[in-house]
């Protein structure tokens, strides 16, 4: 089958095209204006559209969107993220698998003006490229992508923003010369009308663990023109390929379909309405019988949380389709009489007309797994009247069992009023791309039910049970929080469900109006970084962190932080963690039975975790009343309670196999020997006293939050302990072994303790060290690359000169060890320059002589001095050490060598030409500001290399070279020299000097 039609050829007529293509900045005078459609580009000389795309990776669906009319990135990776000038993805997920599930998607929008039915879109997927399609940014800089972060470590940060990443663009369908537009329209001849549409994108995503497998997008569409927009339909067009990124013609497997509903989390029978149309890979690709890291086990979809009036009120279709370029092969389901394309086809919506069409036919199109059945007289779930399917039995087959799936959701219709009336309109749709994981869980399924077994795709019942067998949880639970963040559910009430509505269950409702907000992990705190060789110490201020209210669920739920450290920014570790020692408390709840079982059931309690100090207050007072019970632990905070008994919660820490006691089942329970001492339970049984008589008896265990590791060990100042003083809230950790020339990912990641109650759940929420990651080079900073000493002191005993151990130090930190106790002799400062070699070992009688010829310096240490002390007279001397002067690795470089881990650290680069351009050699411990030149031994000048960082960033003393000489071509093997010249003087072998002078060795 033929796959697509829009690339190849058509991408160098483009790039040819566009150096002679000029368009301008969109008019703003509208009175002015005599047609139809407000021009958006008129020709200026030079002028061209702003075309750019920026990948959301701060969760773990890294999604591209674009400001030229589609997202996703066709998988095509030369198209560079402008975050980070990186590759970008399409819809990869998890992020950095390489696992795919977009090709590309757009919004489509359909309209009558004039009585001519208008579309306007991105791309269809088929002929029209994105390149050419026809939605584009105003031009230059006019036309750019809006960067907005809520994140105050970002350099997006912005008050105004929603999500961790807020990507804003604004686009025009105004624009018609057919260098950037297939003008005319190559299907139906037409030429492209304008309906004068300015749309404005904005794309959110969240680092937090609720929102890491989606990306929410905000469509609003302003009539820019001089006519109505009448019988208006939005959609949402998708051409989601599923697979492994290295696999070969992966999208020929995949199957598209609609989940109306899920069973509701809390009681099954009572259905949630999602309404996500999707696209699953046909069998999540195993591999043999197990599935594997390039397996396509999850899911993708989208769902639709608002349109411009309410989603019952509006008429809502989905249309899937195969296209093909064989006429008998392009086919969808579609309800009789159907609709054929232009080149006779059912399926690929050629032109405007049939691309309105599918926005408005209101018809709800089968699961593809379905299309080998005959739905027009048999009614298997989606009603009847529909065409037959492919006459070819085994071109069906082929399209059920999966294929390159593509489908688009209308919804309409609705007017738009020009912005020159008054008020003008803005029709308005949001949606969530969502990933979901665990859909595939049975690598047998597929081939269990369905097979290579055309019969089976004619038997509803394996079909059924093939569907049945995956696992929509995950994304659903997704979809409902696309909704929720979308509009937070303010409201609780109860409503009937159930086959014969006998049943109810707690629903949450938001109030109508968009929110755009969802519980956040607790604010990132203030970091300071500063580095050493290979050494990086942490700093934090966390008072704003461990103080904050999180508004969605209106507690302060700070728990802990993590330092987790990537090498390439992907995969992380977690080198350090602190958190709150407190324990979640569940209970033992009596009017509740298992009937099955008569267990009375375990529930978490409505309190969040509550600390020692706070089950002591809460629980113990109670149980202390049973005057035959057992010391379980002493006081360990020595509060001196006035209880003797307090519970100690790392033993009462797991249900107990309990019967309900046959007493307490209707409470209050009056059975007054029911406080058990029994030490050998991992449960302990509390009476709490009911007012006017009797006792509630019950039993508790205590369910350690996170790891209970305790915040003082990485606090600046354990000993302040008062949350009114600042102090209290310093923290710091250092990271010491690292190789200083090899710059790591260092991310500190606060976390909450979630929501656990029986009627809410909310997992604990982790920033995502993507989110927040820093790149830092363990080098010595300027002043320690620049100034730094060995300490040479004479061993009196010994009668030799000896390094101080551990002592490389700059002239700040002599002057703070030394000067003070020299300083008693009148002189101000040591000058470490002067004092730098060995001298007579004899100590100045003086004591302490300003002899200025002396190389050792002659020093009191005076800690014994006053009444029967005696001072103790040293000699030292200050060398530049050699641990800071500049050096270059890998040297020699070997070309056979793999030094893929800092070269190539994300394995972007896998075409071995490619990698050419992705050598690295490597200099540290440069001056921030300084030249460097490569030579030939003949003195030719390879390359030169102008260093210019900021003195206080972690890599002001290092860059790199790829190997690549002055005309961009690859260094041949042999010994080069290299200069490093400064101004501000370099560490030598001599000492400080204007220029450094090493050799590099290349092999190959």
């Known amino acids: 089958?033929?796959?697509?039609?829009?690339?190849?050829?058509?991408?160098?007529?483009?790039?040819?095209?566009?150096?002679?293509?000029?368009?301008?900045?969109?008019?703003?005078?509208?009175?002015?204006?005599?047609?139809t459609v407000l021009p958006a580009y008129k020709a200026s000389g030079t002028c061209l559209p702003n075309k750019d795309q920026c990948t959301h990776k701060v969760g773990r669906l890294w999604f591209t969107v674009t400001n030229y009319g589609f997202f996703g990135n066709q998988t095509n990776r030369n198209l560079r993220d402008c975050i980070t000038g990186g590759l970008s993805s399409s819809a990869e997920f998890p992020g950095g698998s390489r696992v795919e599930y977009l090709f590309q998607g757009a919004l489509w929008v359909g309209a009558v003006v004039g009585g001519d039915t208008l579309l306007s879109l991105g791309t269809d997927g088929w002929?029209?490229?994105?390149?050419?399609?026809?939605?584009h940014a105003d031009c230059e800089e006019a036309g750019a992508i809006i960067k907005r972060s809520i994140n105050p470590n970002s350099p997006f940060y912005h008050d105004s923003a929603v999500s961790d990443l807020d990507i804003i663009a604004v686009m025009y369908d105004t624009l018609t010369d057919p260098g950037f537009v297939e003008n005319p329209d190559p299907q139906d001849g037409k030429p492209f009308k304008p309906m004068g549409l300015k749309i404005i994108q904005k794309s959110y995503s969240w680092a937090a663990g609720w929102g890491q497998?989606?990306?929410?997008?905000?469509?609003?569409?302003?009539?820019?023109?001089?006519?109505?927009?009448?019988?208006?339909?939005?959609?949402?067009?998708?051409?989601?390929?599923?697979?492994?990124?290295?696999?070969?013609?992966?999208?020929?497997?995949?199957?598209?379909?609609?989940?109306?509903?899920?069973?509701?989390?809390?009681?099954?029978?009572?259905?949630?309405?999602?309404n996500l149309a999707y696209v699953q890979d046909q069998d999540g690709d195993p591999g043999g019988n197990a599935y594997r890291l390039t397996s396509t086990t999850a899911v993708t979809g989208i769902r639709v949380v608002r349109a411009p009036v309410p989603l019952n009120q509006v008429k809502t279709s989905f249309n899937h389709w195969t296209p093909n370029g064989t006429v008998s092969l392009d086919w969808g389901p579609q309800k009789s009489p159907g609709r054929k394309n232009f080149s006779g086809g059912l399926g690929q919506p050629e032109g405007d007309a049939m691309k309105y069409y599918y926005l408005s036919n209101g018809e709800f199109d089968y699961d593809q797994v379905w299309s080998a059945l005959n739905h027009n007289s048999t009614d298997y779930g989606y009603g009847t009247g529909w065409l037959p399917p492919l006459s070819d039995a085994s071109a069906a087959l082929d399209i059920a069992d999966g294929f390159d799936a593509r489908?688009?959701?209308?919804?309409?219709?609705?007017?738009?009023?020009?912005?020159?009336?008054?008020?003008?309109?803005?029709?308005?749709?949001?949606?969530?791309y969502?990933?979901?994981?665990?859909?595939?869980?049975?690598?047998?399924?597929?081939?269990?039910?369905?097979?290579?077994?055309?019969?089976?795709?004619?038997d509803p019942d394996k079909i059924a049970r093939y569907q049945d067998n995956l696992n929509f949880q995950s994304i659903a639970t997704n979809a409902r929080w696309v909704q929720r963040v979308f509009d937070n559910e303010t409201f609780i009430d109860t409503v009937q469900c159930g086959p014969n509505l006998t049943d109810s269950v707690e629903r949450r409702f938001g109030d109508g109006v968009p929110d755009f907000k969802g519980p956040q992990p607790p604010p990132a705190p203030i970091i300071q970084i500063t580095t050493n060789q290979g050494e990086i110490v942490l700093r934090w201020f966390g008072k704003t962190t461990e103080q904050a209210v999180d508004d969605f669920t209106g507690l302060k739920d700070f728990e802990g932080y993590r330092v987790q450290m990537s090498p390439n920014g992907q995969y992380w570790t977690v080198v350090g963690s602190f958190d709150k020692v407190d324990w979640k408390v569940y209970w033992l709840n009596t009017r509740k039975i298992d009937t099955a079982n008569t267990f009375a059931t375990w529930q978490p309690s409505e309190n969040p975790p509550l600390s020692w100090d706070e089950i002591q207050q809460r629980y113990a007072i109670y149980w202390d009343t049973c005057d035959n019970k057992v010391d379980s632990i002493s006081d360990p905070l020595n509060k001196r309670y006035t209880f003797n008994h307090p519970i100690d919660p790392d033993k009462f820490k797991a249900p107990t196999g309990v019967r309900s006691p046959t007493p307490c089942v209707q409470w209050p329970c009056v059975d007054v020997t029911r406080c058990n001492p029994d030490t050998t339970k991992t449960a302990v049984r509390v009476r709490f006293p009911v007012v006017g008589g009797g006792f509630v008896d019950t039993m508790f265990y205590f369910a350690p939050v996170d790891y209970n590791l305790g915040l003082s060990q990485a606090k600046l100042y354990p000993a302040v302990t008062d949350p009114d003083n600042d102090s209290s809230y310093w923290y710091q950790f250092k990271i010491s072994g690292l190789y200083p020339g090899q710059p790591v990912y260092l991310a500190l990641t606060p976390f909450d303790f979630g929501v656990l109650t029986p009627t809410n759940q909310l997992e604990p929420l982790e920033t995502t060290p993507t989110s927040?990651?820093?790149?830092?080079?363990?080098?010595?900073?300027?002043?320690?690359?620049?100034?730094?000493?060995?300490?040479?002191?004479?061993?009196?005993?010994?009668?030799?000169?000896?390094?101080v151990p551990s002592a490389v130090m700059n002239y700040s930190a002599i002057q703070?060890?030394?000067?003070?106790?020299?300083?008693?002799?009148?002189?101000?400062?040591?000058?470490?320059?002067k004092f730098n070699a060995a001298d007579n070992p004899a100590p100045d009688p003086s004591r302490c002589s300003p002899d200025t010829s002396r190389r050792a310096i002659s020093i009191r240490f005076c800690d014994a001095c006053g009444p029967g002390g005696n001072p103790v007279d040293s000699l030292f001397y200050f060398a530049p050490s050699d641990t800071f002067k500049i050096s270059v690795y890998p040297n020699p470089y070997r070309v056979d060598h793999d030094y893929s881990h800092f070269e190539?650290?994300?394995?972007?680069?896998?075409?071995?030409?490619?990698?050419?351009?992705?050598?690295?050699?490597?200099?540290?411990?440069?001056?921030?500001?300084?030249?460097?030149?490569?030579?030939?031994?003949?003195?030719?000048?390879?390359?030169?290399?102008r260093h210019d960082k900021n003195p206080n960033a972690s890599d002001a003393g290092y860059e790199s070279w790829n190997l690549l000489t002055r005309n961009a071509q690859a260094v041949t093997a042999g010994l080069y020299l290299y200069t490093v010249q400064s101004s501000q003087g370099v560490w030598t072998e001599d000492g400080l000097k204007s220029t450094h002078v090493g050799k590099i060795v290349i092999l190959k």
Not at 415 to 428: F, H, I, S
Not at 773 to 781: E, F, H, K, R
């Open 407 to 432: 489908y688009v959701v209308g919804y309409g219709p609705f007017n738009l009023l020009p912005l020159v009336d008054d008020p003008g309109d803005t029709l308005k749709i949001t949606l969530g």
């Open 127 to 135: 002929v029209f490229d994105s390149e050419r399609g026809e939605l």
């Open 816 to 833: 703070t060890t030394y000067a003070g106790l020299w300083d008693t002799c009148n002189v101000r400062a040591i000058d470490p320059d």
């Open 1 to 35: 089958m033929v796959r697509r039609r829009i690339f190849g050829a058509v991408l160098g007529g483009i790039l040819t095209l566009w150096a002679g293509v000029v368009a301008a900045r969109m008019v703003k005078d509208v009175t002015t204006q005599s047609s």
């Open 904 to 945: 190539n650290p994300n394995n972007e680069v896998r075409d071995q030409a490619a990698r050419e351009l992705h050598r690295m050699l490597n200099f540290i411990n440069l001056p921030a500001k300084c030249v460097i030149r490569i030579y030939t031994l003949d003195g030719d000048l390879v390359q030169e290399i």
């Open 434 to 458: 969502i990933a979901g994981q665990g859909f595939h869980r049975d690598p047998a399924n597929f081939n269990a039910n369905l097979g290579a077994v055309p019969e089976n795709f004619r």
């Open 772 to 803: 927040a990651a820093q790149l830092v080079y363990p080098l010595p900073n300027e002043e320690s690359r620049r100034y730094s000493y060995a300490v040479f002191a004479y061993d009196l005993a010994g009668g030799t000169w000896r390094t």
């Open 213 to 274: 497998d989606w990306v929410m997008i905000d469509y609003s569409i302003v009539n820019l023109g001089r006519k109505p927009l009448t019988s208006v339909y939005l959609g949402v067009f998708a051409d989601p390929d599923v697979g492994y990124e290295f696999t070969p013609n992966y999208f020929e497997d995949d199957l598209s379909g609609f989940k109306v509903s899920v069973p509701n989390e809390r009681l099954a029978i009572c259905p949630d309405t999602i």
